[in-house]
């Protein structure tokens, strides 16, 4: 008996303990598992093969990550959602599901999820093959004007990247184009120098050490000003000022749990990919992909995520692409 | 090349590391030897292990684990019929026959030396003309994978058993089995009935583990007092002239194996089911009929697997492309310790490649070690009592699920498929079509809905594309080939012309 009165003191005083510490002491509990809505060798991949250690290291347990790719992560987000709200199943996800209501891929979004953190923003390049005749961003958009529906560009599926960046160009001048899908940007990107396509809008991250073999050319960064990483490439605004109002747009890449999980578990797996996304480790790398470090959770990255997805199912819908308005899920115009 | 040589020694020079390849080696060949247990799962996990690592310790042990999963999955396939891993499925097709008979001593040791030989064949390619093969792999289209699916999807003829009809209804189960859950092109849900749980999917190991583990249990189980074959352990090592006997076939399978091992859309598993089906094309007359113990239906999947991990590492050295599952989560690693793997990596870091190409070659000799000496102790798991060896493997198989994805559903999954494939093997149905089925239907799908898009919905370009690229026109070639020499009409003409030239001969 004093035994067992013993091992309730010390419980009851871990637990107060715990308490200060919002109860982060009882999570995780045992390994957990990261679903990565993108496949293998693409930029989410890599983000989320690159944090993870860190975040293993600040939670004290292994995050076990698998790839579930397909329906522009479609399949990942609704599998994740379908799990138990325990914190035990995150998802590391790209943009793509702010766009699933209008798109009619799923009913569910971000909104149903929590941010343990948006840990950095993207920013898209178009690139050809080297071998491709298209010297500027010009000299494509003539070509695919002049032969509508003719030129193949490369896609992750509707919603993905490339999709949306062609919706951009769709919505601000004429671009007719034939999209082809793949499972992801290194398999896009592996398409393009087989030239089995003609261009693909990618993530720099994709592309970057492509363009620096010069096995790929960059032509245009979809973005309101250059970027470090991608030096002497012109923004796309150079060309058409109209692209402005969408800027700056991006892909970025997070670390998601169930809306409803506990505060418990939200809290410790804030605190470690906080702590991850802090490591400078991890920034050089990001950047040095041509990306912005953002690290925000919780109410911040909802405000972030809520503007993205009004901007995003805006220019699909006036892409003519979406299957239902933005209007019927109360998403505002930007 | 004094430069190579020195980077290429490293592994060989520092006892470390020595050490590690041999540790991850030998852990290896137990991962592929557990179903379930996949060698990506198991260096993904290894990347977090090794995070704070030198990158070439890091890079010397998930070498080692590649390189023996690959060659454990087909011990289990041998013994009791129940591949450890996809790759090792077209093992078992003519391996478990031998095992049968009494042979597994003997199916091991050919399937570790043509293993060895498979793999330094791979390796030897990687080292040799790695530029030229991924720029080879770089010019399939999405036709060409359509190609190569259905390629392999007409073995199905020669794994149909007794009746065709038996095996095609089979291998349209495979790939109705294969389309379940959401379309990979416009998400739209596809036999998922509405429910969440289908969503996702039917993951292909799970119907594997279901169909040759459970299956395969419940057959034995029915039988229990069955006399236990004894198996001859005495001559292991294969003979110079056996393998001498056999080297035309290995070199040819590890040849195909290579390239399929390069191409980014497909791996291990599809090289060796491939390469059964040359075999089963090419030999004419083998050391016992196809599917009855035939010591080359062993050889040609065993030396495709092992030289697909050097072509997996081909684009993935030279181009930042992964080649397979594996080099995708290695190419994670090289990331994380700081490299940035693409088509600089040659260039920015050579003696990279060169320690790679080192650290394989001293794995492979470490396959052979290991692979050759517990053969004796694994053989008498095969003459273990039924009563004792079944429970083990059905929780092998419960565990090896589950562990796939963290998932019950595929636990549901594999035991409901184990006991339809128990019903499937009573009635003469065959289990290899189905998985076939499974494996390449999605992507026959996927690739053929591409080249589709490519040529935007014209037939005429579709068909036009087959003919005038020179890839294109050689599969195109070999899947109409294949199929015309299947028809009576082809068969009557082919026996009626061999028994005019034997009667000219004789």
């Known amino acids: 008996m004093h035994i067992k009165h013993f091992i309730g003191a010390v419980a009851a005083l871990s637990m107060t303990v715990a308490a200060g510490a919002g109860m982060a002491a009882d999570f995780p509990a045992k390994d957990l598992q990261g679903v990565i809505m993108w496949g293998a060798g693409g930029a989410t991949d890599v983000v989320a093969r690159a944090v993870t250690p860190l975040a293993e290291a600040a939670l004290g347990?292994?995050?076990?990550?698998?790839?579930?790719?397909?329906?522009?992560?479609?399949?990942?987000?609704?599998?994740?959602?379908?799990?138990?709200?325990?914190?035990?199943?995150?998802?590391?996800?790209?943009?793509?599901?702010?766009?699933?209501?209008?798109?009619?891929?799923?009913?569910?979004?971000?909104?149903?999820?929590?941010?343990?953190?948006?840990?950095?923003?993207?920013?898209?390049?178009?690139?050809?093959?080297?071998?491709?005749?298209?010297?500027?961003?010009?000299?494509?958009?003539?070509?695919?004007?002049?032969?509508?529906?003719?030129?193949?560009?490369?896609?992750?599926?509707?919603?993905?990247?490339?999709?949306?960046?062609?919706?951009?160009?769709?919505?601000?001048?004429?671009?007719?184009?034939?999209?082809?899908?793949?499972?992801?940007?290194?398999?896009?990107?592996?398409?393009?120098?087989?030239?089995?396509?003609?261009?693909?809008?990618?993530?720099?991250?994709?592309?970057?050490?492509?363009?620096?073999?010069?096995?790929?050319?960059?032509?245009?960064?979809?973005?309101?000003?250059?970027?470090?990483?991608?030096?002497?490439?012109?923004?796309?605004?150079?060309?058409?000022?109209?692209?402005?109002?969408?800027?700056?747009?991006?892909?970025?890449?997070?670390?998601?749990?169930?809306?409803?999980?506990?505060?418990?578990?939200?809290?410790?797996?804030?605190?470690?990919?906080?702590k991850a996304a802090d490591d400078p480790k991890f920034a050089e790398m990001m950047q040095g992909r041509g990306n912005v470090m953002m690290n925000i959770s919780g109410a911040e990255a909802d405000t972030f995520l809520t503007k993205w997805r009004s901007v995003s199912s805006w220019i699909l819908q006036d892409a003519g692409v979406t299957k239902e308005s933005p209007e019927k899920f109360g998403i505002p115009k930007p | 090349m004094e430069q190579s040589l020195s980077y290429f020694i490293m592994a060989w020079t520092d006892p470390y590391l020595i050490f590690l390849t041999a540790a991850g080696t030998f852990a290896g060949i137990y991962v592929g030897v557990i179903p379930g247990l996949s060698v990506t799962m198991a260096v993904s996990i290894l990347i977090s292990f090794t995070f704070t690592w030198d990158v070439n310790e890091a890079l010397a042990v998930m070498a080692g684990v590649f390189l023996g999963g690959v060659y454990g999955g087909s011990r289990t396939a041998i013994m009791i019929n129940i591949p450890g891993a996809p790759a090792a499925i077209a093992a078992g097709f003519d391996g478990y026959p031998l095992a049968k008979l009494g042979l597994a001593g003997m199916a091991i040791g050919v399937s570790t030396t043509v293993s060895f030989f498979g793999a330094?064949?791979?390796?030897?390619?990687?080292?040799?003309?790695?530029?030229?093969?991924?720029?080879?792999?770089?010019?399939?289209?999405?036709?060409?994978?359509?190609?190569?699916?259905?390629?392999?999807?007409?073995?199905?003829?020669?794994?149909?058993?007794?009746?065709?009809?038996?095996?095609?209804?089979?291998?349209?189960?495979?790939?109705?089995?294969?389309?379940?859950?959401?379309?990979?092109?416009?998400?739209?849900?596809?036999?998922?009935?509405?429910?969440?749980?289908?969503?996702?999917?039917?993951?292909?190991?799970?119907?594997?583990?279901?169909?040759?583990?459970?299956s395969e249990v419940l057959v034995q189980t029915l039988d229990l007092k069955k006399k236990i074959i004894k198996q001859k352990v005495d001559k292991i090592l294969p003979s110079w002239s056996v393998i001498l006997k056999h080297l035309p076939l290995s070199l040819r399978c590890s040849a195909i194996g290579t390239i399929i091992g390069a191409l980014p859309g497909a791996g291990g598993d599809i090289a060796a089911l491939m390469a059964y089906g040359h075999a089963v094309r090419s030999v004419k007359k083998p050391t016992r009929p196809f599917g009855e113990g035939a010591v080359e239906g062993l050889v040609a999947p065993e030396a495709a697997c092992s030289s697909a991990v050097g072509g997996a590492y081909i684009p993935m050295m030279t181009l930042g492309i992964p080649g397979d599952a594996v080099t995708a989560v290695l190419i994670g690693a090289l990331y994380i310790h700081g490299l940035k793997p693409g088509p600089m990596l040659m260039i920015e870091t050579p003696h990279?490649?060169?320690?790679?190409?080192?650290n394989l070659v001293m794995a492979s000799v470490f396959l052979l070690i290991f692979g050759l000496t517990g053969i004796r102790a694994f053989a008498k798991m095969v003459e273990m009592p039924p009563a004792l060896l079944m429970p083990i493997i059905v929780i092998l198989s419960v565990v090896g699920t589950y562990s796939i994805q963290n998932s019950l559903t595929d636990v549901y999954w594999m035991l409901a498929f184990g006991i339809f494939g128990y019903f499937l093997k009573t009635y003469g149905f065959q289990i290899g079509p189905i998985i076939l089925g499974v494996i390449l239907g999605p992507i026959m799908d996927i690739s053929f809905r591409r080249a589709i898009i490519t040529v935007r919905g014209d037939l005429g370009d579709f068909f036009l594309d087959l003919l005038v690229n020179p890839i294109s026109l050689v599969l195109t070639a070999a899947t109409v080939g294949l199929l015309i020499g299947q028809t009576p009409v082809w068969k009557r003409y082919a026996a009626g012309r061999r028994a005019k030239k034997e009667a000219a001969a004789g």
């Open chain 2, 120 to 214: 330094l064949f791979g390796i030897a390619i990687l080292a040799a003309a790695a530029p030229i093969v991924s720029e080879f792999a770089l010019m399939f289209a999405p036709r060409d994978y359509l190609l190569l699916a259905i390629l392999g999807i007409i073995l199905i003829g020669a794994l149909s058993g007794e009746s065709l009809a038996k095996g095609i209804f089979c291998g349209v189960l495979g790939v109705l089995i294969g389309t379940v859950g959401l379309d990979p092109i416009s998400a739209q849900p596809r036999l998922t009935f509405g429910s969440m749980a289908l969503m996702g999917g039917i993951h292909y190991v799970a119907a594997m583990i279901g169909f040759f583990g459970i």
């Open chain 2, 352 to 358: 990279l490649f060169w320690f790679t190409v080192g």
């Open chain 1, 61 to 274: 347990k292994s995050i076990v990550l698998t790839n579930k790719t397909g329906g522009t992560g479609a399949i990942a987000t609704t599998y994740v959602r379908s799990r138990p709200s325990d914190g035990y199943t995150m998802l590391y996800g790209a943009e793509n599901p702010q766009m699933y209501k209008v798109l009619g891929l799923a009913e569910i979004d971000y909104d149903n999820y929590y941010a343990v953190n948006v840990l950095a923003r993207g920013v898209a390049v178009v690139v050809v093959n080297a071998d491709s005749p298209w010297k500027t961003f010009k000299d494509l958009v003539a070509d695919v004007q002049k032969r509508p529906g003719q030129v193949k560009m490369g896609t992750t599926g509707v919603g993905g990247l490339p999709h949306t960046v062609g919706s951009m160009l769709k919505t601000v001048i004429k671009f007719d184009v034939t999209a082809v899908p793949f499972d992801g940007e290194g398999p896009g990107i592996t398409a393009l120098l087989g030239n089995h396509i003609e261009f693909i809008p990618v993530g720099i991250g994709a592309a970057a050490e492509h363009v620096k073999s010069g096995r790929v050319r960059a032509l245009s960064v979809v973005n309101g000003e250059s970027v470090p990483s991608m030096p002497g490439v012109p923004p796309i605004v150079a060309d058409f000022p109209d692209f402005g109002k969408y800027l700056p747009w991006g892909p970025f890449y997070g670390v998601f749990v169930n809306r409803d999980t506990p505060d418990a578990a939200k809290t410790a797996l804030t605190a470690a990919f906080k």
